[in-house]
């Protein structure tokens, strides 16, 4: 099993910036493909952000592009969501993803982010 834990949410203004992190337990963790997906009241999880090993490239939903960042540091087991430009829309849940080399899925427990007006 693959233990996350989610950390950096608050609340901020439109416009401000916050920096998510995404701590894993395991020690394959350099292998794990990794990514940021979240959920609005009353609507789907989507995703955001993630490193693609089989591509080996980043990818991004249209909506996030130019303004969140994804990137990781094997030493620490961590992977990071830098969120800049933030908008209302943004507010949501934010739920880190692991995918083990055998296509094992583990979900971290999320973190609020509150954009205000």
Same mark, same amino acid.
């Given at each position: 099993?693959?233990?996350?834990?989610?950390?950096?949410?608050?609340?901020?203004?439109?416009?401000?910036?916050? %920096?998510?992190?995404?701590?894993?337990?395991?020690?394959?963790?350099?292998?794990?493909?990794?990514?940021?997906?979240?959920?609005?009241?009353?609507?789907?999880?989507?995703?955001?952000?993630?490193?693609?090993?089989?591509?080996?490239?980043?990818?991004?939903? !249209?909506?996030?592009?130019?303004?969140?960042?994804?990137? %990781? !540091?094997?030493?620490?087991?961590?992977?990071?969501?830098?969120?800049?430009?933030?908008?209302?829309? !943004?507010?949501?849940?934010?739920?880190?993803?692991?995918?083990?080399?055998?296509?094992?899925?583990?979900?971290?427990?999320?973190?609020?982010?509150?954009?205000?007006?």
């Amino acid at each position: 099993q693959v233990q996350l834990v989610e950390s950096g949410g608050g609340l901020v203004q439109a416009g401000g910036s916050l %920096r998510l992190s995404c701590a894993a337990s395991g020690r394959t963790f350099s292998s794990y493909g990794m990514g940021w997906f979240r959920q609005a009241p009353g609507k789907e999880r989507e995703f955001i952000a993630g490193h693609t090993w089989l591509r080996g490239s980043t990818d991004y939903a !249209d909506s996030v592009k130019g303004r969140f960042t994804i990137s %990781r !540091d094997n030493a620490k087991n961590t992977v990071y969501l830098q969120m800049n430009s933030l908008k209302p829309e !943004d507010t949501a849940v934010y739920y880190c993803r692991a995918r083990t080399r055998v296509q094992r899925y583990y979900w971290g427990q999320g973190t609020q982010v509150t954009v205000s007006s």
